[in-house]
């Protein structure tokens, strides 16, 4: 009896801090923004802008898919995490340093909107395969990749002009996990989806700085 409160009492505390991560990271002062990305950011004086971030998806709990979002991973209980709440946070603070005057003469109106995100994870063979079938009763472990996948469509109007853009990126990592593990991998997965997504956050705002300086912006 003990064993499986103390079961459930786990699963409860791994929900509790990977929500956290997500929502309460918004109220600290962290950086998410890579060292890298942040030095190539050319602070603009002579605009500010003016943001709008739209999407029409529901992020409180996400499941994730197989490869190529073929279908739904079976019996898998989600994550749960606002993914809007922590994209907003780090696009803000790219613009901050990329525009850091509040009311320039001149401003541009930023209009960013979520097409679509998702997360995947899924072992390098199937164990309904052969191939898995070998990995699974002879190999210690198993291969498994977690990617995440954003599309963003950017709308910029400045001076009556309006130019459109699309975005496209995605963020990919492998791991391994034992098959005495097999029933507790989602537990394993939280971290690593979490720093995918954030890579996969940083290069989504490196394509936008990239379009902002082909503009002249």
């Excluded at 898995?132 to 400045?158: A, C, F, H, P, Q």
Aim: aromatic share 16%; glycine share 2%.
């Amino acid at each position: 009896m003990m064993k499986i409160v103390a079961k459930i009492l786990y699963k409860i505390s791994v929900i509790l801090i990977f929500s956290l991560l997500f929502i309460g990271c918004m109220s600290t002062n962290r950086s998410y923004l890579y060292k890298n990305f942040k030095k190539r950011i050319i602070p603009n004086n002579n605009i500010s802008v003016s943001v709008f971030l739209f999407s029409n998806l529901d992020y409180s709990r996400i499941v994730p898919y197989e490869q190529y979002k073929e279908k739904l991973v079976p019996k898998h209980k989600g994550y749960y995490f606002h993914y809007r709440n922590l994209f907003e946070t780090m696009l803000n603070e790219y613009l901050a340093i990329k525009y850091p005057v509040q009311e320039a003469e001149n401003v541009l109106r930023l209009v960013v909107n979520i097409d679509d995100f998702w997360i995947e994870e899924y072992p390098k063979f199937s164990r309904y395969s052969l191939d898995g079938l070998i990995d699974w009763l002879y190999l210690m472990d198993m291969e498994y990749t977690l990617s995440s996948r954003l599309k963003l469509t950017v709308n910029l109007y400045y001076n009556g002009e309006e130019r459109t853009r699309k975005i496209d990126v995605s963020s990919n990592k492998k791991t391994k996990i034992t098959k005495e593990d097999i029933n507790n991998y989602q537990n394993d997965f939280n971290n690593l989806h979490y720093y995918n997504i954030l890579d996969m956050n940083n290069k989504a705002l490196f394509g936008l700085n990239t379009l902002l300086l082909e503009l002249g912006f």
